[in-house]
């Protein structure tokens, strides 16, 4: 008898939450149903716009790299007498116009500097506190 009184209980107030009201499946949101036609999209005419002049490039002919690269950075900056000094120096004119194309290369021919280089280069990095140096006398 009891379980049958907690059963009915339990349906009662199950029940009850489908009545009627603006309850979770009330109309609070848009009618997905209530569609109406829109006016189509219409572009303006754009009066700013005037026919090319004879003689000028075609907007295809322009390299949009090159004004991306002279919007963003500006153009090439002139060297300072110190840079373009240093440059010459390091031998500027001599070098080969592709070498950094080739240099990660498989074909580049590299030296080998030995293992002390290698060793080097794979130490762990410290703050000298460690280092000492020693001349032969």
């Known amino acids: 008898m009891k379980r049958k009184l907690i059963l009915a209980a339990g349906l009662v ?3 009850s939450a489908c009545g009627g009201g603006r309850g979770l499946f009330g109309r609070d949101r848009p009618d997905e149903f209530a569609v109406s036609r829109q006016a189509p999209l219409v572009i303006p005419p754009d009066f700013a716009l005037v026919p090319p002049a004879p003689g000028t490039p075609a907007a295809a002919s322009v390299d949009s790299g090159r004004e991306a690269m002279q919007a963003m ?3 090439p900056a002139a ?3 110190s840079e373009a000094a240093a440059l010459n120096e390091a031998g500027r ?3 080969a116009a592709g070498i950094r194309s080739s240099a990660g290369d498989p074909g580049t021919e590299v030296v ?3 293992s002390t280089t ?3 280069i ?3 990095e410290g703050d000298g506190q460690d280092a000492r140096a020693s001349t032969p006398q």
């Open 73 to 75: 950075f500006g153009g």
């Open 112 to 114: 080998d500097k030995g």
């Open 13 to 15: 107030a199950t029940l």
């Open 122 to 124: 794979a130490a762990p």
């Open 118 to 120: 290698r060793d080097v």
């Open 79 to 81: 060297r300072s007498a």
């Open 93 to 95: 004119a001599n070098a």
